[in-house]
């Protein structure tokens, strides 16, 4: 039976998002959360962007010494050759790309101006994933910009040439929101029937249905008699008005009415590190968790009122779908309200020391020049965030001080 697969684009479309980005590093915490929470796929950013090299390539690596695995890293470009020439020059060792281009007619009269035909769109992207496969990928997905507002036969006939052309995927983009769960199931039944490949939901929250419409696309899709792919972020942050929310995906996969029974979510999803991914990115973006946000708001498990109050401590299932316990949610947090000590950018070692022998499990170092070492990295990757490391980021770097290094090093205009 097909299944629903996850590919978080936090690390793509959750940066780009206007007023919110990510230091290097807070994208290498997403990677290794996401990797950690069982999520298929993180698209993890922009080959052909140069500030992004050094940290596409750092996050190789820590694949490759198995840090983030099995989690697939893929990178996203634009459906051109150009493209994929710069990226393989950049990221030799990237393994899974999607290539992006707009295929509504609204796009290709309003953004190309008359430039391009629709057969030069199919022409751009074949040839955009001919160049690809001359560099053996492991998976190549090809994304339809716009496709909700796309003819579905053009889709098909495009997806088709992406198929034919060594593509394994098709995202289909519903860039502005503009599906409702009906319209969306539809389409991606259809495509998953005529195209005959799996196929990816992208979904925007324009009109507050991103994570309806994913979980109906999916649907669509398995009916179709195809995996489905969706695309998230964590607290749903994207362009606009964002993205699916990654927990209410998966809180959606496995707790609403009967899906779970047909559509059933593919791999070993640990909802227990939901937390804490959550909290990160709020932290990490500097957005706060709205106070009703399924699973994670304030009030998320929250009772007041006479009958809601008496029905949960009755039973917590007369008024709650699940468990707090589930989602990695209960303890207690600590928050200093005396003295504290931090360290940062301008930070000394012994305020650094301090700090780091505080941490839950105390990191002691060989020597004074060791700890000046990691003091020095974390001073910078504090000029690049402006934001207090949280724990796993002191960890991380003590414990990769080369990769954290490379993360940290960015050469504008050699
Ligand atoms: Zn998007």
Not at 290 to 314: C, M, R, T, Y
Request: proline residues 4%; negative net charge; glycine residues 10%.
């Amino acid at each position: 039976m097909p299944k629903i697969y996850l590919i978080d684009v936090t690390n793509r479309d959750g940066v780009q998002t206007a007023r919110l980005g990510l230091s290097k590093i807070e994208k290498t915490m997403i990677n290794i959360y996401l990797n950690e929470m069982g999520v298929f796929q993180s698209e993890f950013g922009f080959p052909t962007t140069r500030h992004e090299i050094n940290y596409l390539n750092a996050n190789l690596e820590l694949a490759e010494i198995g840090v983030i695995k099995p989690l697939r890293l893929g990178g996203w470009i634009r459906a051109i050759r150009g493209d994929v020439e710069l990226t393989y020059r950049n990221i030799p060792k990237i393994k899974h790309l999607n290539l992006s281009i707009s295929t509504s007619d609204q796009m290709i009269n309003g953004k190309f101006q008359g430039r391009k035909t629709r057969d030069d769109i199919i022409k751009d992207m074949t040839d955009a994933v001919d160049a690809t496969r001359a560099r053996d990928p492991e998976s190549i997905g090809v994304n339809a910009e716009d496709a909700s507002r796309t003819d579905i036969n053009y889709l098909v006939e495009f997806g088709l040439a992406a198929k034919e052309h060594g593509a394994q995927r098709l995202r289909y983009c519903d860039t502005l929101g503009y599906d409702n769960p009906f319209s969306i199931y539809n389409s991606g039944r259809i495509l998953a029937e005529k195209v005959g490949i799996p196929i990816e939901l992208h979904c925007h929250n324009d009109l507050g249905m991103a994570v309806a419409n994913s979980m109906a696309g999916a649907m669509g899709v398995i009916d179709g008699g195809q995996d489905a792919y969706i695309n998230t972020t964590v607290n749903g942050i994207g362009e606009r008005a964002g993205n699916a929310d990654l927990l209410a995906i998966i809180l959606a996969s496995l707790k609403s009415k009967d899906i779970a029974k047909k559509y059933t979510l593919g791999g070993q999803i640990k909802l227990s590190m939901a937390w804490k991914i959550g909290k990160f990115a709020s932290y990490a973006f500097g957005v706060p968790i709205p106070i009703n946000q399924p699973g994670l708001g304030a009030n998320a498990f929250a009772h007041e009122s006479g009958i809601h109050a008496d029905g949960v401590l009755k039973d917590p299932e007369n008024y709650e779908l699940y468990n707090f316990e589930e989602l990695g949610r209960g303890d207690p947090e600590f928050v200093e309200t005396g003295r504290e000590i931090s360290t940062g950018e301008y930070g000394g070692i012994s305020g650094f020391s301090h700090v780091m022998s505080r941490l839950p499990v105390p990191i002691k170092f060989p020597d004074r020049e060791r700890a000046n070492e990691i003091l020095e990295l974390v001073r910078y990757a504090n000029v690049e965030s402006q934001n207090p490391l949280v724990e796993d980021e002191l960890i991380f770097i003590a414990k990769y001080p080369g990769i954290a290094k490379k993360l940290l090093t960015l050469t504008p205009l050699e």
